[in-house]
Every structure is written in C-alpha cells, then in structure tokens.
C-alpha cells in the first residue's frame, strides 16, 4: 500500500556528517507530518525531529543545533541533515509518515531502519 525507503545511514567519526533520506511511495493523497526517530540499543524508540507538511519543525533537545529536517511535499521525501555527530547519536534512525491513503483516517507508517554509527 504505502512504503518508505530510508537511505544514508553509515559510520562516520564523531564530528562527522551524514544526510538520511526516505522516500514514501504508494497510494498517498497527502502527507501530514513526517519525521525521523531513532532507537538506541535496549532503548525504546524516541524522537528525533519532526516537520508538518506546512513546515514547522520540532527537534529532540539533544539535537538541536546539529540536525536540520526538511522534506519537498511534492515528491513525498524527507531528509534528515546530521552534522557534529557523537557516539551517543549512534542508533537505528527510522522514518516515519502520516499518511493519507486508502483508509478512512491518516495512518502512520514506518520505514525499515538504517543503522548510524559514530565512532569515538
């Protein structure tokens, strides 16, 4: 129905930067907000940041001023920039969507995960 491909994730040093990307793609009529989680090990999954499709943002405390989220409506995309990574930043990062698509109401959809890892 509707899938979400993420791409960029890797191993950077700390200081280091990495772009994540993730495509939505199925039967979308529209995309509310999209945004970006991760899960440390043992952890349960937490925000990272999030954009609404009109642009607003909101970002986790631990990653202001280094992440910078954005998305282009039109091709259903978001993209999480990284910049001045730490160890601590290490994780598997999902996407996620809230999607408009066959159902009745929106419906939230995930991405498989990409691993970031940042060496010390």
């Known amino acids: 129905q509707v899938q979400l491909v993420e791409s960029g994730g890797g191993l950077v040093q700390a200081g280091g930067s990495l772009r994540l990307s993730c495509a939505a793609s199925g039967i979308i009529f529209s995309t509310n907000a999209m945004g970006w989680y991760r899960q440390h090990p043992g952890k349960q999954r937490e925000l990272v940041a999030v954009?609404?499709?009109?642009?607003?943002?909101n970002y986790a405390d631990s990653v202001k001023g280094r992440f910078t989220i954005s998305r282009d409506n039109a091709k259903n995309t978001v993209n999480l920039q990284m910049t001045n990574l730490k160890p601590e930043d290490t994780a598997v990062y999902y996407c996620n969507a809230n999607i408009h698509t066959l159902m009745p109401v929106p419906v939230d959809f995930w991405g498989q995960g990409t691993q970031v890892t940042v060496s010390s």
């Open positions: 954009i609404t499709s009109g642009g607003s943002t």
